[in-house]
């Protein structure tokens, strides 16, 4: 009964919709003697490049028996355009406070030797 069973990858999007990505029919061969017991099989699905940043959303696995349906707990991704720049205003800060300096302290340093004549 459950040695046939279907495999289906799917995500969800931020806005709740849900896209099929792939799926696959399983038919499980019991060797003799493991019948009644619990067994695992792992299976893998590797998910190619993401095409753009739409992509962000929650990963889903779900296999499926005849009368049972169990769905993994979702990976969620975050795709991004051009990757993780931090933003770091350090030298413009830096640029800004020496131009500001330097363009006050020659109308200071005229004030102060036209008051010294």
């Known amino acids: 009964k459950y040695t046939k069973f279907s495999i289906f990858y799917y995500w969800i999007n931020s806005l709740g919709q849900k896209t ?7 038919n499980v061969v019991i060797p003799s003697g493991e019948e009644n ?10 998910i190619m490049p993401l095409e753009n940043t739409s992509s962000t959303g929650t990963y889903y696995c779900k296999v499926k028996w005849n009368d049972i349906q169990k769905t993994g707990k979702g990976v969620f991704v975050l795709a991004r355009g051009t990757g993780y720049i931090e933003t770091s205003y350090g030298w413009e800060m ?22 010294r004549k």
């Open 20 to 26: 099929s990505i792939y799926s696959r029919l399983e």
């Open 37 to 46: 017991k619990t067994a695992t099989i792992s299976y893998d699905h590797r």
């Open 94 to 115: 830096l640029v800004t406070l020496t131009s500001l300096l330097a363009a006050l302290s020659i109308p200071a340093t005229a004030l102060l030797l036209w008051k």
